[in-house]
Nanobody, 114 residues
Framework: QVQPVESGGGLVQPGGSLRISCAASGFDFRRYAMMWYRQPPRKEREMVAQITTTGTTTIYPLSVKSRCTIARDNIRDTVYLQMNNPKPEDTAVYFC???????WGRGTQVTVSS
């Protein structure tokens, strides 16, 4: 089954840190750019981070730039999102996937609250 699987979400305090992961299978992971996006409650979907096949280029929106870092491991077929100094407005369901193939996981909930 071709579906990325996200993990590592949960409750995190403002100013803390959290790393979420996305394990891929069923396709040649190293050939594709990967993306994280999020769906906050009652808000529009937002791209959070993108990474190229080798990881040399990353893209972030201003809303998370300097607080989030995307990375990938082409041996473990896994992509990560490190979140530092999260804010309550980062609360959302986070999804990872392959934009060009339209493969997306089911998401992992991240809640930022004290």
């Amino acid at each position: 089954q071709v579906q990325p699987v996200e993990s590592g979400g949960g409750l995190v305090q403002p100013g803390g840190s959290l790393r979420i992961s996305c394990a891929a299978s069923g396709f040649d992971f190293r050939r594709y750019a990967m993306m994280w996006y999020r769906q906050p409650p009652r808000k529009e979907r937002e791209m959070v981070a993108q990474i190229t096949t080798t990881g040399t280029t990353t893209i972030y929106p201003l809303s998370v730039k300097s607080r989030c870092t995307i990375a990938r491991d082409n041996i473990r077929d896994t992509v990560y999102l490190q979140m530092n100094n999260p804010k309550p407005e980062d609360t959302a369901v986070y999804f990872c996937g392959v934009p060009i193939l339209d493969y997306w996981g089911r998401g992992t909930q991240v809640t930022v609250s004290s």
